[in-house]
């Protein structure tokens, strides 16, 4: 649908890449970047002026990210907060506070 066709520099395509390993659903959708987590990293650094703004949000989200892949090395599964998420639930906090669930990204 692309080909030939003007400012592909505005289309970023995420897909699966083969790491060879057994890990968590959640897990499976960093290693892939395409949690939610990488997806706001993302749009931070390809946003005009959203680097300078939103550094405050890249920090939290870099760090979500390297407690994800702490806890997953050392217990092999979700951290608590994965788990139980789902789309429309109320009270659901912010990214990067401790009560943020993100398991709604794998499905």
């Not at 520099?9 to 892939?32: A, I, Q, S, W």
């Not at 749009?43 to 994800?68: C, F, M, N, W, Y």
């Not at 951290?79 to 669930?101: N, R, T």
């Amino acid at each position: 649908m692309t080909y030939r066709r003007t400012n592909h520099r505005n289309l970023h395509v995420r897909g699966y890449k083969e790491e060879g390993t057994t890990t968590t659903p959640f897990d499976m959708c960093v290693l892939n970047q395409i949690d939610r987590f990488n997806l706001v990293a993302d749009l931070i650094d390809r946003v005009p002026g959203l680097v300078a703004t939103a550094s405050g949000v890249r920090q939290i989200v870099r760090d979500k990210l390297i407690e994800h892949r702490h806890y997953v090395h050392e217990y092999g599964e979700d951290m608590p907060e994965i788990g139980g998420w789902g789309w429309g639930q109320k009270g659901v906090a912010p990214v990067g506070s401790a009560a943020a669930d993100t398991a709604g990204d794998h499905g």
